[in-house]
Structure formats: structure tokens, C-alpha cells
């Protein structure tokens, strides 16, 4: 089992909490309104001084205490709306149906596991010196074809992120789950799932276009 540098788990999650609370800023931000470049820096700049602060002076210190570190995608997933809104598109939606899909059951699945609900050694699985790092490297491959094809380029990113920072300095805790799940990813797959289904439920049934038979006089 090969566990990440405390230093580096440190920084990472100081940094990572900044950009996961800068980018929930943006995503709470009206519609109606731009977000201006300079704005945007500040804020990222603002939240990383913020959660640098020694000890238990900084908002990360307590959020650790109940969420331990952001995984690696949820730090991919805001960091890469952070980008979409330096380039004028914040209102892309991160979390797509099939995203929220995937990560819902794999999250429902692993944290029965560790809970004990379930005794299928999910969760030790991602500490596998074989299998995890070959699931990483398939899932970072993935990724590179979906970015050079074009498809989700924001999603190929946050999971590139995640498997850079899990393959070369094991962040954040050396367990592949760790990398792709946690707590506050899952919630937010599951809360956005129950939304689309919401709105698909409350839209109205598409009535089929009946053509009108013409009669000749």
C-alpha cells in the first residue's frame, strides 16, 4: 500500500477546498449576470489565502475534520468550471445525467461496502497494487480520447486531473475510490439525478402531430 506525502495531502487539500467553495461562489451566482476575469481571479485568490491559514484559523482545518479531502474529479470537476467561467461560459453543466448516474450507484455501492452493509471489499479494492493503478490508467486513457475527440472536454479534464494526481503523487489518500468518490460528490450526483428526474416527471407528455386529412370538394 503505497500512502501519499503528508505534506502533499496537506497542500492538496488546503487548494482543493479553495477551488471546490470558489467554484460553488460561481455556480450560486445569478444568471443574469457576467462574471468579469478579474473577479474570477480574485475569488480563487480570496479562497486560497482563505483556507492557508495556519491551523485552525482556516475554514479547511474544520471542514477536514467531517469531509476529509475533496476527491480528485470533484477537484477536477470545479476547477474545470473555474475555466469554463474564465471563458465566458459558466453556466456549462458539470454534472450531466450520466455522470450523475455512474457516480450515484459506484458511490452507493462503496460506501455500503465500507459501512459494512455489503461485504464485497469495494473500497479495499482500491488499495489493489495491480488492478487499481491498471483502472487508473485505463480511465486516464478514456479520457485522453474523449479530450482529443472533442467529447466532454470538461469532464476529460476533471478526470485526467483526478488520475495525474492519483497515479503520480497518490492524492488524496492512495485509494483509487478516494480519487474518483466522495462524500460531496456523491450527494451532489444524487441531488442532480433526483433533479432530472423531477423535471422530466413534471414535464408535460409530448403529444404526436396528428396531420389533418384534406378532403377535395
Given amino acids: 500500500m503505497n500512502l501519499p506525502e503528508l505534506a502533499w495531502q496537506f497542500a492538496y487539500g488546503r487548494i482543493s477546498w479553495a477551488i471546490v467553495l470558489a467554484a460553488l461562489v460561481i455556480g450560486l451566482w445569478p444568471r443574469t449576470r457576467a462574471l468579469p476575469r478579474s473577479w474570477l481571479a480574485g475569488l480563487l485568490a480570496g479562497m486560497i489565502v482563505l483556507m492557508c491559514l495556519p491551523g485552525a484559523a482556516s475554514p479547511a482545518y474544520w471542514i477536514a475534520l467531517g469531509a476529509q479531502y475533496p476527491s480528485g474529479l470533484l477537484s477536477g470537476l470545479c476547477l474545470a468550471k473555474l475555466l469554463t467561467a474564465w471563458q465566458g461560459s459558466a ?111 413534471r414535464s408535460p407528455p409530448v403529444r404526436p402531430v396528428v396531420p389533418r386529412k384534406r378532403f377535395n370538394n
Fill in 91 to 201: 453556466r456549462q453543466r458539470m454534472m450531466t445525467p450520466g455522470l450523475a448516474a455512474l457516480l450515484a450507484i459506484a458511490g452507493t455501492a462503496v460506501y455500503l461496502d465500507a459501512m459494512g452493509l455489503l461485504t464485497a471489499g469495494f473500497y479495499y479494492w482500491g488499495f489493489s497494487p495491480v488492478a487499481a493503478p491498471l483502472a487508473a490508467l485505463v480511465l486516464a486513457v478514456m479520457a485522453a480520447v474523449a479530450a482529443a475527440r472533442g467529447r466532454w472536454p470538461a469532464h476529460a479534464l476533471a478526470l485526467a486531473l483526478a488520475m495525474l494526481l492519483y497515479g503520480v503523487l497518490r492524492l488524496p489518500t492512495g485509494n483509487l475510490w478516494d480519487a474518483l468518490l466522495d462524500p460531496l460528490l456523491w450527494i451532489w450526483a444524487l441531488l442532480a439525478l433526483a433533479r432530472h428526474w423531477w423535471l422530466i416527471l
